[in-house]
């Protein structure tokens, strides 16, 4: 009963071409191949595998949920025997390089395989974070030792940042780690909130542990990072000793339960100093981006499985008289039928569509920051890459709790059952807006990192060229002028407390600037995806013109909707924004 | 490590100030005696009985739930006994009228009540209805046999309406009803969604029971109403046989777990009949407002409770550096002193005073329709009671979910842990959208039954009191007339709108405004809100002259954040309304 999921793959083709992704990656030597065909063929395949493997065990991974008993973490049945099929397609490592064994595609391209992936199974969900750590920081040794059997999905990895006492401020952890024979280091401390911290799906787990020196400077400027393996490797390569790490419970949480949240505890545990000392918080930033792209990408993939069960019901329920309709032609008509039904897909249809082509820009913006060849590409990619990546993870999230909230409302009464498989997506998706940085320190980091970059000429320039798609819509057809001036509303609006928020950080007015955080990044996210709306229906209406017109003449349909109906809720966001400090520090801490 | 809830009186006690309740109340001789002092008592009492009984079982009932064995339904530890002092306080039938054994309090007073009994514990809830539909239809003997019971608490009540294939659309209902021995008659068929169907709290239960006579008209013309009792009553009012009545199983539900929802079988049950043949959805209909209000006050109840764990969180967790705050301040500074969760929590509080004004205000003119005196009195309270419930029902309950996600928010990763009793309050509220006739039943009650009562002149009498509103306003302190401005902003094009909508239909484009409704309702509830908030900023200007200066200044801010920096999203909404159906009906359902 569960939703039966069929991967979106003409919507996520549809999406590779709205962001132009060949022509910009075919300019990098890498990816002078990367073409329609092989987006067509990796997401067919991938299709197979999240609709074949993943989607079934979705409902009992959540009934079952991972279960812990004397320190060891057991899987749900399937879960292993899925991982080792999502292992021997090499899902986990599409997007890494092929020198350490990836699949040398565009990060671009894991985009819609994350969506169908997680679409199929949020739960399900192995950050890669570890390895492009090990990459990006380690010794030769270090890569040579722990990077093949993590890339094959061997073994998996995991990031231990948080402490009970250090959650969003890193600068308050306590685990220590002490210099022990053979250059190794002694770690200790208790490490919170880590995903598949143990599990049973493979044989060993390498951690990524931030812990402290012994005399490092305080704060975030003496955290370093470890490389603390479950089981330690002999010099042959073999599994050796146990380690002494140790989870010691996991998290009864509202959703993605068969995603073990544990807490972990490291006694004296052997571990492998990554980089430099004092380094560690560095490195952890430097796969921020991706990861916080990823977690967007979980809020775009439960909104997009999320309709595709409120449509399939709204199609067969049979109920009630559509306004308009006939009392015959009433007696067979589905809830499709009814206006506000139709409201309710269409409102997540659209901005699953949205969401989809800020994340695949986003990811496209940082194949150009890793990989592009000169300097001009590279510093777009940067910058670009900078200011999407908060408003891919907080606007995205917070759509997939509020979306998949709307596809349990389309299914009535059986939504709020269990049994549907629709009220999982809710809970799932749920915690999105709170991992890899709350959505409210994305937005601090858009307003008081993103927004000041190159004394706020970059957010400019992501501006001009919203700019210039208005102006190229103006030459369009009447459509296109129509859906131009409605969107150059609200970007001139977003512009204007651009230039507010600018004023007053210049002042030093910083409190009234953070104040303006998340409004400001819910009106930017909602703009933006008028701007990629924009883009979408110049290329449908194009489009149009050859055969399949149904689909395009839908897209356009979808694109017009956005912006008439969807994008005039930015500038409600104008007020709060330029509201300042004022009102929200007026009443007392104990008045709350 | 639930959430400590604590009766907020204090608001409350305004709240009954701001809707002027009881000037209003006065006038009517049952309630002349109506006073301040009367709500404090009541809800001094409340609170007692809800924090001490009901919010201790909270996280029980929602993690054992009701269960169900051999057709019997067991409520977890603690709720028969809760159950019994409940029944003793009599909480149930306080606004139930003196002479069946009620209370003898006006509606309005219930709010109060509801709110704080339904923030404790908002499974807790059982409907009142079934007692008014016999009180209001029934016969003398049958209100002799069950109303005194009912109303004591002994028994309770339920209201059997659908059906597998009969949920909003109740005209395809086939529980049959024959005629049997003694002018009784023997219902036979299946019922769902039957909220407390069975549970062990009580000796007897009394099925209020849709179904139809042989022979009797199509549709919703031809439903009649019956009495079932689950044990039948002896002439002497002594309990009798167990009548062929069964819990055939109870559902799994996202929340409210302790609330049994049962399907019921009727298998040639002895029923009474209510009133005339074939005027059973009438009757129903009559004690609709009376429950759809009450759903919307679970959304506020939610959202009430919800942010005060949330404020305790956020009070209690130390974490991060504020903005603008210095690094020897920061070390203790809880996350309350940040901008963004104090935003927040803000939107939440503001939201929940806004609900709660327009709940109270819905159920004093609901008083005013029952118990008015002279005709303009029962006019008002009926017309402006038949525009507000729909907007009450759907505004407050989709304000519910919103506002319990915002406050797991608060709480970051604890938020998304079962055991901090949090993420229940998010589970628990998502049935308020759904239940008493879905939101978007909602819309359509508001746009086609309430829109154009009296020829859409009770309507334009609304927005004229809101109008009013804004120009008293506008004779005020510099605050007042800057509130007035942007209230009028809003107010005028939701003005705007209902013309559009009233022209659509008086044009007979029905579809159009049926494709409006939700954007309308919504819109609708977001400027009454503004209005509220004007009349509460009005008398807290007023009250800051006399004592508790900072009670009075903080609501003078809230109210001031909900008009400058929430109700503004109001007019984004105007687009999407006057939008009309094509793009809805340009994609096949198919496509969807």
Not at 103 to 116: F, N, R, V, W, Y
Not at 372 to 398: N, Q, Y
Not at 545 to 565: A, H, M, P, R, V
Request: proline share 3%.
């Amino acid at each position: 009963m569960a939703v039966d999921y069929k991967a979106p793959i003409k919507d996520i083709v549809f999406g590779y071409e709205v962001i132009d992704s060949y022509n910009i990656l075919n300019k990098i030597s890498l990816f002078k191949d990367f073409s329609e065909n092989i987006v067509i063929t990796t997401m067919e395949e991938c299709a197979k595998f999240a609709e074949g493997v993943l989607a079934p065990i979705n409902s009992i991974g959540d009934q079952i949920g991972a279960v812990i008993n004397d320190g060891v973490v057991t899987m749900p049945a399937g879960y292993k025997e899925a991982y080792n099929k999502f292992k021997e397609a090499g899902w986990a490592s599409i997007s890494l390089p092929q020198e350490i064994g990836g699949g040398g595609m565009p990060i671009a391209l894991s985009g819609g395989t994350l969506e169908i992936l997680s679409s199929a199974n949020l739960a399900f969900g192995l950050s890669a974070g570890a390895i492009s750590a090990i990459n990006f920081h380690g010794s030769d040794e270090q890569k040579s030792k722990f990077l093949p059997k993590l890339v094959s999905g061997e073994w998996t990895g995991t990031m231990n940042l948080s402490e009970p006492q250090a959650g969003s401020d890193l600068g308050t952890i306590k685990t220590k780690a002490e210099l022990a024979e053979n250059g190794s280091y002694k770690i200790t401390g208790t490490k919170v909130w880590i995903t598949f911290g143990d599990h049973d799906m493979t044989e060993n787990i390498i951690h990524l542990v931030l812990a402290k020196l012994p005399g490092s400077p305080e704060g975030t400027k003496g955290i370093s990072m470890f490389i603390v393996p479950k089981i330690l490797i002999n010099d042959d390569g073999t599994l050796g000793d146990k380690n002494n790490v140790q989870c010691l419970s996991i998290e009864e949480k509202l959703g993605i339960h068969a995603s073990p949240t544990c807490v972990m505890e490291y006694d004296g545990a052997i571990g492998y100093l990554v980089g430099e000392e004092n380094r560690g918080l560095h490195y952890m930033f430097t796969m921020m981006n991706e990861a916080r792209i990823w977690v967007g990408g979980q809020g775009l993939a439960s909104a997009s499985a999320a309709v595709q069960g409120a449509a399939q019901y709204a199609r067969d329920r049979v109920q009630g008289r559509p306004v308009g309709m006939s009392k015959e032609d009433a007696k067979n008509a589905s809830i499709i039928e009814h206006a506000d039904v139709r409201r309710m897909l269409l409102t997540i249809k659209s901005y699953v569509d949205a969401m989809r082509y800020l994340m695949f820009d986003n990811q496209l913006m940082l194949d150009l920051e890793y990989f592009g060849e000169d300097e001009v590409t590279k510093s777009l990619g940067e910058e670009r890459c900078a200011i999407l990546t908060p408003i891919t993870k907080a606007w995205l999230s917070d759509l997939g709790v509020e979306l998949s909230s709307l596809a349990i409302q389309v299914y009535g009464g059986m939504g709020y059952v269990e049994e549907t498989g629709i009220a999982q997506y809710l809970r799932d998706a749920r915690i999105a807006p709170i991992y890899e940085g709350t959505n409210g320190i994305q937005a601090l980091d858009l307003m008081f990192r993103k927004l000041p970059l190159d004394n706020g000429q970059a957010m400019q320039r992501l501006l001009g060229e919203v700019t210039n798609q208005i102006e190229l819509m103006k030459n369009g057809s009447d459509l296109m002028v129509s859906l131009a001036k409605e969107l150059e509303i609200h970007v001139s609006k977003l512009s204007e407390v651009t230039m507010w928020l600018a004023t007053k950080m210049l002042d030093g007015q910083l409190v009234d600037a953070s104040a303006a955080a998340t409004p400001y990044l819910k009106m930017f996210g909602q703009v933006l995806g008028g701007y990629y709306m924009g883009k979408a229906a110049v290329l449908a209406e194009k489009k149009l013109k050859d055969g399949d017109n149904e689909f395009y003449s839908d897209k356009l349909t979808i694109c017009k909707f956005y912006i008439q109906q969807l994008l005039p809720i930015a500038s409600g966001y104008a007020s709060a924004i330029t509201a300042g400090k004022e009102d929200l520090f007026n009443i007392k801490a104990e008045n709350f």
